[in-house]
């Protein structure tokens, strides 16, 4: 059965820090494109990282860019999100996503159920 499954959402204080994990199981991640999006509460949907399951080479959101990493752990088939520096705006659910094709949403984008992070005080 193809799944994706988040992890490690919570409530964290302004710069903290917290560590995403995205689990695949019925298939490899090593063949797709694993990004991770958000959506906070009356706010579209934003893009936010992405990594190259061929070659390993990673992309950020500018809003992300020096403070979130993504990475990827072949022999345990996860996508890990290392989120530092955490501001009140990085509050949102975050979601784990897969497409063969790119880091783009689209039709043939595959997403998990979400995990929330909020980031208070």
């Known amino acids: 059965q193809v799944q994706l499954v988040e992890s490690g959402g919570s409530l964290v204080q302004p710069g903290g820090s917290l560590r995403l994990s995205c689990a695949a199981s019925g298939f490899t991640l090593d063949y797709y494109y694993t990004s991770w999006f958000r959506q906070a509460p009356g706010k579209e949907r934003e893009w936010v990282s992405c990594?190259?399951?061929?070659?390993?080479?990673?992309y950020y959101g500018d809003s992300v860019k020096g403070r979130f990493t993504i990475s990827r752990d072949n022999a345990a088939n996860t996508v890990p999100l290392q989120m530092d520096s955490l501001k009140p705006e990085d509050t949102a659910i975050y979601y784990c996503?897969?497409?063969?094709?790119?880091?783009?949403?689209?039709?043939?984008?595959?997403w998990g159920q979400g995990t929330p992070v909020t980031v208070s005080s």
């Open positions: 996503t897969v497409n063969a094709r790119g880091c783009s949403e689209d039709s043939q984008t595959y």
């Open positions: 990594i190259n399951g061929f070659n390993g080479n990673t």
